[in-house]
């Protein structure tokens, strides 16, 4: 029970980091929450619960394919944030990433990269 509560900890501080860095630093908040901090945590956390080398192998390689199309989002959200309001934008922005990863599953899928079942 204590390891649950510390990868809790540690992943909820890297959370509280990020806001509490964006708060006084737009570039160094964005810079932060850029870095895979929470998928190395990841990476770390599997392999001290001694997952095979595969498991974490394929969670970073799969990390990589879901990332990319979230990329969209960011450009659009500064995009419609001034003319949606927040909600409407996070909301925009929700359904822009999942219009974005069904394309770019679909499209990376004749490749031999299933992303989706």
Not at 8 to 19: D, F, N, Q, R
Not at 94 to 112: E, H, K, S
Request: hydrophobic share 60%; with cysteine.
């Amino acid at each position: 029970m204590g390891w649950i509560i510390c990868k809790y900890l540690l992943t909820a501080a890297v959370v509280v980091i990020v806001s509490e860095a964006a708060k006084r630093s737009d570039r160094l908040g964005g810079f932060i929450a850029a870095l895979p901090l929470v998928t190395v945590l990841t990476l770390v956390w599997l392999y001290l619960e001694h997952q095979p080398p595969a498991k974490i192998a394929n969670h970073a390689w799969y990390t990589f394919w879901y990332v990319l199309p979230t990329l969209p989002m960011f450009l659009a959200f500064p995009l419609l944030l001034p003319r949606l309001g927040f909600w409407l934008t996070l909301l925009a922005c929700v359904a822009i990433t999942a219009a974005c990863f069904g394309l770019f599953a679909l499209a990376v899928r004749q490749f031999g990269i299933v992303l989706l079942p």
